[in-house]
Structure formats: C-alpha cells, structure tokens
C-alpha cells in the first residue's frame, strides 16, 4: 500500500490509546516503534505500513481490522442548513458543527452575557460577520467591526460585549476536549 492509498488512522489510535490509559511509551515498547512515529502517526503526520499498523494495533489489544473501521466511522462530511435550529431556540446560539470534534464553530447574535469572563484551554478565533463588539482580552481592549478578527491563544481571560444592534459573530475554537498542544 502506497502513502496516498494508507489509512489515515492517527485518531483512532489515540482514541484508543487513551481508552486503555497508555503513554505512547508502553505502545513504542509493546510494538517496537519509536516514540517520534507512534506520535507523528496519532496526530496525522506519518500514515503506517500494513506491518506498523498491525504492531500497533496488537500493542493496543486490538487489530488493525478495527482501527480502520474506527477510523473510517471518523470520517465526517455534515451540513448544517441555515434553517436548521441545532441549539436552544431563541438563545442567539447557533452551533454550526454538530457533535463533539476537534474543532466548534458557534454563530452568535444579540447581546448575550455581556459581563461573563471566558477562559478556555484551546484556541478560539472570533469573527464579526455583522455589527460591533468590544473585547476585553490580557488588559487590553479591542474594539471590533464587521470582518475584523481577534485570535485568542488557549488560556487566555476575557468578556466581550455586542455594542451595535444586528452584531453577528462567529466563534471557532479547538473543542475543550482536546489536549492543548505544547510549543
């Protein structure tokens, strides 16, 4: 099996790493990979051979059959219409990505809690698609319009507020679920 035709398996093999508590240590010296590989493998940079897959696969008490099922049941294509009311009616939040993934998207519109302070452990980019809002974030304000953008690194406090009437924004972020990634 070639690169472009080898599984793309990373997720399942971290989903299942974890579900069995192991450091991708015990995996290395139960399979005889690296370290460096069984990492590059997990987070999508290195796809396995057919022999690598099955090593791993026999380090998580599991075959290389069902980590290709569990990866290709990951495989995600979903529409959200514009019509379609996934959150709470009426709250001014939309979610625009169904389910738990790595990454959530939210519209917002309307004033919301003005006065909360956010801090989440991920990344999170904010887009004005309409209005204005203001931002607090590190001891500084920032005042946004209509396609501006604000990046937000994980950890980082702040509150925000809508101060035009129609403001419409989008929030992406990396799902709360997800480990912070180092450096």
């Excluded at 099996?1 to 508590?21: I, W």
């Excluded at 698609?129 to 974030?137: I, L």
């Excluded at 507020?161 to 912070?180: K, N, Q, S, Y």
């Amino acid at each position: 099996m070639d690169d472009k035709e080898s599984p793309r398996v990373g997720a399942a093999v971290k989903r299942r790493r974890r579900a069995l508590q192991l450091t991708l240590a015990v995996v290395a010296q139960r399979s005889g990979l690296s370290v460096p590989f069984l990492s590059q493998i997990e987070n999508e940079r290195a796809r396995p051979s057919d022999r690598s897959l099955q090593r791993v696969a026999e380090a998580l008490d599991t075959t290389a059959s069902e980590l290709l099922a569990a990866a290709e049941a990951a495989r995600t294509v979903d529409v959200v219409r514009a019509a379609e009311e996934l959150g709470e009616a009426g709250s001014g939040l939309r979610p625009l990505v169904r389910g738990r993934h790595q990454m959530q998207a939210l519209e917002v519109t309307g004033e919301q809690d003005a006065g909360r302070e956010f801090l989440h452990r991920n990344d999170e980019l904010l887009y004005v698609a309409d209005g204005a809002v203001a931002v607090e974030a590190e001891g500084s304000a920032y005042r946004l319009g209509r396609g501006d953008t604000l990046y937000l690194s994980g950890g980082v406090r702040h509150r925000w507020r809508a101060t035009a009437p129609g403001t419409r924004l989008l929030f992406v972020a990396v799902g709360d679920h997800i480990e912070a990634a180092e450096g």
